[in-house]
């Protein structure tokens, strides 16, 4: 009978652990896909039309001399594709019936955010405040949680490769673009009439941090 009890006591306490670790929670690679696309992954049009449908429009950007192009689809899913490379650089989720892994959603608490993610002190980016946490296979590769101040619930998700700050460009953060090629100067030089406030947005984007599907 007393053994009887010690294996069930055992039993109960390594559940209690295993439970204790779970409810800890970590980033896995999987949460680097959204729909089949997966970031880092070549994708071109044909591939995103197939998990997002038509793309409602398109523009080119300059991420911190990485150039992107942005594809915004319904419900507000954006993915940026780099031109140089063709991989998805960038994935935004700004729609609120949107569920990740283990069915988190817009509104999820802290608490629930850290028991499927980890926890994780909150960082202010571009005017706002996120939980950033790292691919533990691909370590240039972030997951970043939106949180609301005044309530602290979840309210985005955006998955990137590309440089945060200036600095972390300058630290090798994303891969070099140089938008002032010769095929881009050539093409400016055809056109009779340039776009003055296009160049003007391009180089406020390369100066200053405001995050691109913001704006």
Not at 42 to 51: G, H, I, R
Not at 71 to 94: H, L, M, N, R
Not at 168 to 188: T, V
């Amino acid at each position: 009978m007393r053994r009887a009890f010690q294996t069930a006591f055992l039993f109960l306490l390594f559940m209690t652990f295993s439970l204790a670790v779970n409810a800890k929670g970590c980033v896995l690679p999987e949460d680097f896909s959204v729909r089949g696309v997966t970031l880092g992954e070549t994708a071109d049009e044909k591939q995103l039309e197939k998990a997002f449908g038509t793309p409602l429009f398109d523009t080119d950007k300059s991420v911190f001399g990485i150039r992107v192009k942005y594809y915004t689809f319904k419900k507000k899913y954006s993915v940026g594709v780099a031109a140089s490379t063709g991989k998805v650089v960038d994935i935004v989720i700004e729609d609120q019936g949107y569920s990740a892994r283990e069915d988190v959603r817009y509104g999820a608490t802290p608490h629930r955010i850290a028991a499927v993610y980890g926890s994780k002190e909150r960082e202010q980016l571009n005017g706002l405040t996120w939980n950033i946490y790292e691919n533990p296979e691909k370590p240039g590769q972030k997951l970043m949680l939106e949180i609301e101040p005044e309530t602290w619930i979840l309210v985005s998700w955006r998955l990137t490769s590309l440089p945060l700050t200036e600095e972390e460009a300058d630290l090798g953060g994303g891969q070099e673009e140089d938008w002032q090629s010769d095929d881009f100067n050539a093409q400016l030089l055809a056109n009779k009439e340039i776009d003055m406030s296009a160049l003007k947005e391009r180089e406020e984007t390369e100066k200053g941090p405001t995050a691109p599907w913001k704006r």
